[in-house]
């Protein structure tokens, strides 16, 4: 056995939320290079179909399994699919979220309830289908327990704020101490619990908001933000550069780690 066998994921089961597009879509690519099956979620069949075209031509396989994560039987359904179709669940890399930004003043009762059920509470019903799922594992391990993996993404605006996020940032904010919970109840089990924030991205999430639309940046808001990261030497993200640090998380090389959140902003926020 050398270092690099702890980098791979031969054999693992992997669920992917939010696996249609951008950081998703990545991450569920990336288990797929490392040899893990891919259960691919998204609120969209069809972006999901892609996806698992990629996952095939990455050389591995996997399932989809279309569901919104605000929904509970949703949730349960996608873990129950992972064991009885693809035999287990080792990972579960919640990434599935949404913006709808608006002026603290401005904001109105919905909009706020929304983004704290799609990403906060949706983000709470994966955890906990995947820790019921993955504490019964462990027990049917016995003594030597195989580590298993759940993966939180926040945002760095979740711990630094932003701007028209109220909402998000309370949301992504409520993942990180989430996160340090699951990751204490984890330990007798062996699952290792952490969390990504990623800085600026580009998916359609930062893409400039049309007319009418409800994701997006506004347009001289975005120019804003471009010019300080080209300003600071900052590059935009792209989602590979989350998937990386999401694949470690999800390997045996990050084994003595949990509860933790890692910025992942290219130094837009340090
Ligand atoms: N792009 C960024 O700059 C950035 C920065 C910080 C955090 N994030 C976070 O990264 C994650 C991925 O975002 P992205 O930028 O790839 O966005 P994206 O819109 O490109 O992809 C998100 C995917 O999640 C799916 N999704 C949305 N709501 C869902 C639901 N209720 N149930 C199941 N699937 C759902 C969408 O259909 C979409 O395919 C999100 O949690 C987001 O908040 C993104």
């Known amino acids: 056995m050398s270092i690099i066998d702890d980098f791979k994921l031969d054999g693992k089961v992997a669920i992917v939320t939010g696996a249609g597009r951008g950081i998703g879509q990545a991450v569920a690519v990336a288990y797929a290079e490392g040899g893990a099956k891919v259960l691919v979620n998204d609120l969209d069949a069809n972006v999901a179909e892609e996806t698992l075209a990629l996952v095939r031509k990455a050389g591995s396989d996997g399932i989809i399994v279309a569901g919104n994560v605000m929904n509970k039987s949703d949730v349960e359904n996608t873990v129950r699919a992972a064991l009885d179709k693809l035999g287990g669940l080792d990972i579960m890399a919640n990434i599935a979220g949404i913006t709808r930004d608006g002026m603290l003043h401005k904001m109105p009762e919905e909009t706020w309830d929304f983004i704290i059920d799609v990403n906060l509470k949706g ?148």
């Open 123 to 270: 983000t709470f019903f994966c955890c906990q289908a995947a820790m019921a799922a993955m504490r019964d594992l462990a027990k049917a391990d016995g003594k030597v327990k195989k580590s298993r993996k759940i993966i939180n993404t926040s945002s760095v605006a979740g711990i630094y704020g932003n701007k028209g996020q109220a909402n998000y940032s309370a949301a992504k904010a409520g993942i990180i101490g989430m996160t340090k919970t699951v990751a204490i109840e984890g330990l007798m089990s062996n699952v290792q619990c952490n969390c990504v924030a990623p800085g600026w991205i580009d998916t359609r999430l930062t893409q400039k908001k049309d007319e009418g639309a409800n994701i997006g940046i506004p347009d001289q808001d975005r120019q804003q933000t471009l010019m300080y990261m080209n300003f600071m030497g900052v590059r935009m993200g792209a989602p590979i550069d989350i998937a990386r640090v999401v694949y470690f998380l999800s390997t045996s090389g990050s084994d003595y780690l949990t509860g933790m959140t890692i910025n992942v902003s290219g130094g837009l926020k340090t």
